[in-house]
């Protein structure tokens, strides 16, 4: 491991490298679809199908095959469904998460239980193994981050209505429907996606505090994407080099880097 006197001697292997990309680019993707989640307060969301897919991560490694591919459909399936309840169904939000993140890790328990194996395995997608981060897995995030990136330029006038008012987004002739829905299938893709580095537990943070931070301190909507996606890159470069370098796991020390950056961007919006 790194030591103290030597703190860029991780650049030197690739393993760490590519943990570092990984992380990165998931403080990348999640800070910026992070963006939407909070001003539709949405929070809740990022929690909720983190552990569905964790759910879908245990059946892919109790039938012995693509483990992550699973993740993603258990967590697209979830949330087609909780945006159909929301706007055909009677259901809220809150609820509709709620029963579906209740049943998830009740079948997560059943299919690792069945399987009796693959538990270490499990762990590592629920806390987060940045180490087992390979470049298939670097590309995939690279190659999601530009899609979601260009999406978000291309369609930044939409989504600004849809977040501040359906009403008015509806009015002008914004799909608020399919927004909304393309919105919600990419955080499950960017939540998935992040699962791997940062684990199921700790992907919550990235989604939440940096455009959290970023809204103590700005005053539009695109300085509020840029300075999220800002924090989400520092706190993830910095957590996974503190990780590295004191030999702590990487999932906490991001998380702590991210609710620094809130909580002095906090303290600033009070002061001044």
Excluded at 172 to 197: Q, R
Excluded at 231 to 240: E, H, I, K, P, Y
């Amino acid at each position: 491991m790194i030591s103290v006197e030597n703190p860029l001697e991780f650049f030197r292997y690739g393993v760490f490298i590519k943990a570092l990309i990984g992380s990165v680019l998931s403080g990348f993707l999640c800070s910026l679809v992070g963006v939407y989640v909070f001003l539709r307060n949405m929070s809740f969301i990022g929690a909720g199908l983190a552990h569905i897919a964790f759910a879908g991560i245990a059946f892919g490694l109790l039938i012995g095959n693509f483990p992550l591919l699973w993740g993603f459909i258990f967590a697209f399936m979830a949330s087609s469904a909780i945006w159909f309840l929301n706007y055909k169904g009677r259901l809220t939000f809150d609820a509709t998460i709620g029963v579906l993140f209740a049943t998830s890790m009740g079948l997560a328990v059943l299919f690792l239980g069945i399987s009796g194996k693959y538990r270490s395995e499990a762990l590592s997608y629920l806390f987060g193994s940045p180490l087992m981060v390979e470049s298939s897995d670097v590309w995939i995030l690279a190659l999601t981050a530009i899609v979601i990136t260009v999406l978000t330029v291309l369609f930044y006038k939409e989504l600004y209505l849809t977040v501040f008012s359906e009403e008015i987004a509806k009015a002008s002739g914004v799909p608020v429907e399919v927004i909304t829905f393309a919105a919600t299938s990419f955080i499950t893709i960017a939540v998935v996606g992040a699962m791997k580095a940062v684990g199921a537990l700790l992907v919550f943070s990235l989604l939440v505090m940096p455009p959290a931070a970023a809204y103590e301190i700005v005053n539009s909507f695109k300085e509020m994407i840029v300075l999220s996606v800002v924090f989400g890159l520092f706190s993830a470069f910095s957590g996974m080099f503190f990780s590295l370098m004191f030999n702590v796991p990487s999932g906490s020390t991001i998380t702590l880097v991210s609710f620094a950056i809130f909580l002095l961007s906090y303290i600033k919006r009070r002061r001044f």
